[in-house]
């Protein structure tokens, strides 16, 4: 079954910190992967996707993703985190030839400490 | 600055009354979605407009009847909701329907049905 898990519901860290958001999918096809980046009461706007290639992919924000077949995982990154990037982040799985149908994990919730 | 505009921002409505959600997105995309989504959770998707025909209906309740009247906009009319249909709805647009693509979000129309 097609399915994308995120196993931390709830991340808090520091200001300034690194972070790591995990994304763990499955999928029969080749998978185009995405992160969403959601804040309170907005809708969701891309930070990074990845469809081929490069399995290391930069996004806006100073985000950045890396992609590893072998452990179905598409995990994402920052070096630094930054109060306003307390949000809610999805990860999400589509086809090569049928984005239509998303399949949104059930996101992390990121809270940022000063 | 959001390219997808949703209005009202705010929906306020008795369960017997007609009101509507507008989309509009001038990014030439071709294929038009509405998802709801509810507290603390992942956007669930409703329907998928593409090339102005519907394409996806997700097992949608008739209470709730999209309209797509061109490439560029995008209705959900609503009759006779319940309260439990209170939620974020999030209108979003990509290029294609079909092949590798990302989705652009609206910031979303809360609905709050009394």
């Known amino acids: 079954a097609q399915s994308v898990t995120q196993p931390d519901i709830h991340i808090t860290v520091s200001e300034g910190a690194s972070l790591e958001l995990r994304c763990n999918y499955s999928?029969?096809?080749?998978?185009?992967l995405f992160w969403y980046v959601q804040s309170p009461g907005q809708g969701l706007q891309l930070l990074l996707k990845?469809?081929?290639?490069?399995?290391l992919v930069q996004g806006i924000k100073g985000f950045e993703a890396e992609f590893k077949r072998s452990q179905s995982s598409f995990n994402l990154r920052k070096p630094s985190v930054h109060w306003s990037d307390a949000a809610e982040y999805f990860c999400?799985?589509?086809?090569?030839?049928?984005?239509?149908?998303?399949?949104f994990g059930t996101g992390t919730r990121l809270q940022v400490f000063p | 600055d959001t390219e997808v505009t949703q209005t009202p921002k705010h929906l306020v409505m008795g369960m017997t009354n007609k009101k509507s959600l507008k989309c509009e997105q001038h990014m030439g995309h071709r294929a038009m979605y509405w998802y709801k989504q509810k507290a603390k959770k992942p956007p669930e998707l409703m329907f998928v407009y593409s090339y102005e025909k519907l394409s996806i209906n997700e097992s949608v309740p008739s209470r709730f009847s999209p309209e797509c009247p061109n490439s560029s906009l995008l209705n959900l009319h609503l009759h006779a909701l319940q309260p439990e249909d209170s939620a974020l709805y999030l209108c979003a647009s990509s290029q294609s329907g079909t092949g590798p693509g990302e989705l652009f979000f609206g910031e979303g129309s809360r609905l709050t049905v009394l």
């Open positions: 999400a799985v589509g086809g090569s030839y049928n984005t239509d149908k998303l399949i």
């Open positions: 990845y469809f081929s290639g490069d399995t």
């Open positions: 999928y029969g096809a080749t998978p185009y």
